[in-house]
């Protein structure tokens, strides 16, 4: 027995999870954080890499570290995504998505750059990839996590649908 094939864990909400895989947030959320990953990758490879030639030692080091934690911020997010996007092809079922490997964990506030000389572009980045993975966070709970404080069905995804059915009547 597969563990797709084991009973959902408790309180899995299959049927949210695929709404969400297959609505227009998840595609724009998709698309901006694909469009983000190559963004910073191609910033890392050229301006940046030009860019940290010119700091000090110190603020080298600085800005070696702002880029790791950035790039690992990252493929956390595009890694979650890639699942959701597997749910909604049926490659994946939600309750092996729900597993913890492929979920998202709490994020420790992290520090601003303490070395003013870190390129200004590198902290846009930095700001932007942690928004970005504060909202799949918050999706990652509402999606995963149920329990008394988290309705069995998603009141937008209600009226969204509603509103989709009447204008096709």
């Known amino acids: 027995m597969t563990s797709d094939d084991q009973e959902s864990p408790q309180g899995l909400r299959p049927g949210e999870i695929l709404d969400f895989a297959r ?3 998840f595609e724009r ?3 901006e ?3 983000l990953v190559e963004e910073t990758a191609s910033y890392l490879d050229g301006d940046g890499r030009r860019e940290s030639k010119l700091l000090s030692r110190s603020a080298a080091l600085a800005y070696a570290s702002e880029s790791m934690k950035l790039t690992t911020r990252l493929m956390q997010v595009a890694s979650w995504l890639l699942v959701q996007r597997a749910v909604r092809e049926g490659d994946m079922t939600p309750a092996a998505a729900a597993d913890a490997r492929y979920r998202l964990a709490d994020r420790q506030p ?3 750059p303490t070395n003013s000389e870190v390129p200004i572009a590198l902290i846009e980045y930095l700001v932007r990839a ?3 993975y504060d909202r799949a966070l918050y999706l990652d709970r ?3 996590l149920a329990g008394p ?3 069995d069905t998603n009141p937008v995804l209600s009226q969204l649908g509603m509103l989709e059915a009447a204008f096709r009547s």
Do not use: C, I, N
């Open 149 to 151: 404080d988290v309705p």
């Open 142 to 144: 509402r999606m995963y």
């Open 130 to 132: 942690e928004k970005l």
């Open 110 to 112: 992290q520090q601003e």
């Open 23 to 25: 609505s227009e947030l």
């Open 29 to 31: 959320t998709f698309q």
């Open 33 to 35: 954080g694909m469009a």
